[in-house]
Antibody, heavy 122, light 114 residues
Framework: EVQLVQSGAEVKKPGESLKISCKGSGYSFTSYWIGWVRQMPGKGLEWMGIIYPGDSDTRYSPSFQGQVTISADKSISTAYLQWSSLKASDTAMYYC???????????????WGQGTLVTVSS | DIVMTQSPDSLAVSLGERATINCKSSQSVLYSSNNKNYLAWYQQKPGQPPKLLIYWASTRESGVPDRFSGSGSGTDFTLTISSLQAEDVAVYYCQQYYSTLLYTFGQGTKLEIK
């Protein structure tokens, strides 16, 4: 069974750093892209970026380029999303997603993690 | 970026009746070389992550009830629920994946029971 299990909720102060995780199981972790999607409170879905754990090829949405860092450790089938200096506006639910691929070309999102709620407040 | 616009923003339908949600893209998401529309639909129930319903505009994901169907091509797409059930209350999103690695979602349509 394919599963994406994310790390737990976080409460942080502005300016702090944070790294959240997403562990994949039940499939070949290095054969699928993993993406991250933001959902701000009461709002819609925003694609942030994507990584191919097989070779660590990483792409970012222009809206999030320079704001976050996406990485992966294929030895433990885990992808990460990190911030170096959080802002109150980073308060949101963050989902990791498995991306369907054909010949390494990413398409739609077939599995979603349960979400990690990040709250940034002074 | 390809802008995805859904209509309506919210919808109330009686149990057993048909629900129709529309999605329009700012440019075509039909890839001419394979004649596929790069369009997916997701369902998000309250307090849950989204779930894939439909991909390639009209292919139902495994396990999705056949009352859900997707149609359309080019820039105009529709998600139809043929006979609304109580468990279908959710927000529905369309997404284009034509623009490789520049995915965009519609703003969402909230579906409720009348």
């Amino acid at each position: 069974e394919v599963q994406l299990v994310q790390s737990g909720a976080e409460v942080k102060k502005p300016g702090e750093s944070l790294k959240i995780s997403c562990k994949g199981s039940g499939y070949s972790f290095t054969s699928y892209w993993i993406g991250w999607v933001r959902q701000m409170p009461g709002k819609g879905l925003e694609w942030m970026g994507i990584i191919y754990p097989g070779d660590s090829d990483t792409r970012y949405s222009p809206s999030f380029q320079g704001q976050v860092t996406i990485s992966a450790d294929k030895s433990i089938s885990t992808a990460y999303l990190q911030w170096s200096s959080l802002k109150a506006s980073d308060t949101a639910m963050y989902y990791c997603v498995r991306v369907v691929v054909t010949a390494s070309v990413p398409y739609y999102f077939d599995y979603w993690g349960q979400g990690t709620l990040v709250t940034v407040s002074s | 970026d390809i802008v995805m616009t859904q209509s309506p923003d919210s919808l109330a339908v009686s149990l057993g009746e048909r629900a129709t949600i529309n999605c329009k893209s700012s440019q075509s998401v039909l890839y001419s070389s394979n004649n596929k529309n790069y369009l997916a639909w997701y369902q998000q129930k309250p307090g849950q992550p989204p779930k894939l319903l439909i991909y390639w505009a009209s292919t139902r994901e495994s396990g999705v009830p056949d009352r859900f169907s997707g149609s359309g091509s080019g820039t105009d797409f529709t998600l139809t629920i043929s006979s609304l059930q109580a468990e279908d209350v959710a927000v529905y999103y369309c997404q284009q994946y034509y623009s490789t690695l520049l995915y965009t979602f519609g703003q969402g349509t909230k579906l409720e029971i009348k």
